[in-house]
């Protein structure tokens, strides 16, 4: 498993890396708004049918749109793709932003429908 990180730190490092400006985080109010067109906006955390684990989060973040790259060939300058912070970024940055962000991912319930016997 990975060290904790510190969630308070995590959410400073948010604002401070400047995710804001593309994310909104599902339940957190007191962010800054981000600057770029609102239906561009990625929100982070809220409902999800997968659940989101800390290395899914770390990939997000260290590997960004691998798969987007990786077919596009690079990235063009209408792309509002993740930036690259892996030269900037300190570890415990990396772990304090996991440490904010996977609490923000509620996970829903699986459907057990077809067990269900009233
Ligand atoms: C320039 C806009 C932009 C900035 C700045 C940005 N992101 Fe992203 N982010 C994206 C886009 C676009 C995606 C979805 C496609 C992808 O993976 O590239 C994404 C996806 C993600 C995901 C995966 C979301 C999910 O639920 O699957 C995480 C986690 C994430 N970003 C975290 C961060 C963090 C942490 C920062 C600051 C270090 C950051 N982002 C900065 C644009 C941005």
Redesign the pocket.
């Given at each position: 498993m990975f060290p904790e990180g510190d969630i308070v730190r995590g959410k400073e490092t948010?604002v401070e890396?400047?995710?804001t400006?593309?994310?909104h985080v599902s339940g957190i109010g007191d962010l800054p708004r981000y600057e770029i067109e609102a239906n561009k906006v990625?929100v982070?955390g809220g409902e999800v049918r997968t659940t989101?684990t800390y290395g899914d989060?770390i990939t997000?973040?260290i590997h960004?749109?691998e798969s987007?790259t990786a077919i596009a060939g690079g990235r063009t300058d209408a792309d509002?793709?993740?930036?690259d912070?892996n030269d900037t970024?300190t570890v415990q940055q990396m772990l304090d932003?996991v440490t904010f962000?996977s609490p923000q991912y509620v996970k829903l319930e699986p459907l057990y429908e077809e067990y269900y016997m009233p």
């Open positions: 948010f890396l400047g995710c400006e593309c994310h990625i982070l989101k989060l997000a973040i960004p749109s987007v509002p793709g993740m930036p912070v970024m932003l962000l």
